[in-house]
């Protein structure tokens, strides 16, 4: 019997401590056990000084308000300079030059085909002399005179006889370039010879023609043989 009572009081006594020595998991749990007390927390009085401190600074401090921009002053007008005008160069055809140039020859507009025609004949210079010929190959007298008629579209007879009844017989003192100059030689009773004036000094002639012995040359009136046999001058028909 007392083993009985002994048992039943270390069964009671273990069943005590084993409810009393629950496992606490949470803190409700410690709180209802009284084990554990939620801590209040209280402010340090430096940590409030600091904390009204840094609230009066912020309420004292006004707050920094940029500056208004400044406006740029309006530029002033800018005004307007008006450059000088260039001088214009004054144009060679304005300059009048009075005094004559000696070095320069002009013909005379009167003579121009005159000219014209000398000028073209110039080129047969030393051409042979040639029966019947009016091309470069080889010429005879009046197949120069020919041969230089045709670049003109001037038409005049074939042989110098022929020439010399044509035209305007000319003074000698009215004799100009691109006249037609007649002769007789070798004793010959008829105009048999012609050429064409290329020049006038004075009372001298000279004139281009296709000759027997050089072909075609230029020659005077002051050689005897010319000087003898001069018959007469004639200026072409529609020749100004």
Known sequence: ??????????????FTFVGSSQIITSKKQAMKKGVYQPRTETTSPAATKTSTETSAATQKVPAVTK??????????????VAKPKPQAKPS???????????????PSFT????????????????????????????????GMVTAVLNIFDIKMPRSSHEMAQVGEKVDLADVQAGDLIFFKTNGRSVINHVGMVVEIIGDEIKFIHSSTNKGVIISSTKEPYYKRSFVQINRIPNKA
């Open 111 to 142: 003579n121009y085909l005159g000219n014209q025609m000398i000028n073209n004949a110039m080129g047969f210079l030393g051409v042979r002399y040639r029966g019947g010929g009016t091309t470069p190959a080889g010429m005879d007298c009046s």
């Open 67 to 80: 500056p208004a921009a400044t406006q740029k002053p309006a530029p002033k007008p800018e005004v307007a």
């Open 92 to 106: 060679k055809k304005n300059i009048i030059n009075e005094e004559p140039d000696s070095d320069l020859v002009f």
């Open 1 to 14: 019997m007392t083993r009985l009572r002994f048992f039943f009081l270390i069964s009671f006594l273990m």
